[in-house]
């Protein structure tokens, strides 16, 4: 497994840093937003650090695929499956502020576009 000990999210998928998990499998973990923009909003990433989703599109693993089935799942428990928005900012220039992929839950309320 590939962490970074510097890595927000790596520190909390190996529980050294506190976040509300609403669901998790051995590849995956999905925790609420610390500042919700929605009224769901989870963060689904994989427990394997990957700076972006670039990063991890060009991985040769399952984990990609594990990271989906996860955002599946979230969407069913949290109610929202009938519609829901998944973002994935990729580079500073579209937003991303922590540098491990992380796939944005959002769902709860109607959503407009084109996004900010
Ligand atoms: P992004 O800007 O796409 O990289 O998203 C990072 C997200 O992580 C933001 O929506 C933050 O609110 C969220 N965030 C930052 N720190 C925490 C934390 N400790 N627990 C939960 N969410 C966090």
């Known amino acids: 497994m590939s962490t970074d000990p510097d890595c927000l999210f790596c520190q ?3 529980g050294q ?5 609403v669901w998790e499998d051995d590849a995956v973990l ?7 923009q929605a009224p769901v909003h ?3 990433i994989p427990r394997d650090h990957y700076r972006d989703f670039d990063a991890l599109a060009a991985a040769d693993s ?7 089935r996860g955002v599946t799942a979230v969407a069913e428990q949290e109610g929202v499956a ?4 998944l973002v994935f900012n990729t580079g500073a220039q579209a937003g991303q502020s ?3 992929v992380h ?12 996004p900010g």
Not at 103 to 114: C, D, E, I, N, S
């Open 42 to 44: 989870v963060l689904v």
């Open 17 to 21: 840093t506190l976040a509300q998990t």
């Open 82 to 85: 009938d519609g829901y928005r």
């Open 30 to 36: 999905a925790f609420r937003d610390i500042n919700p």
């Open 103 to 114: 796939g944005h839950v959002l769902g709860g309320r109607a959503m407009t576009w084109p």
């Open 98 to 100: 922590v540098f491990h």
């Open 12 to 14: 909390i998928a190996a």
């Open 62 to 68: 399952s984990v990609l695929q594990a990271l989906m």
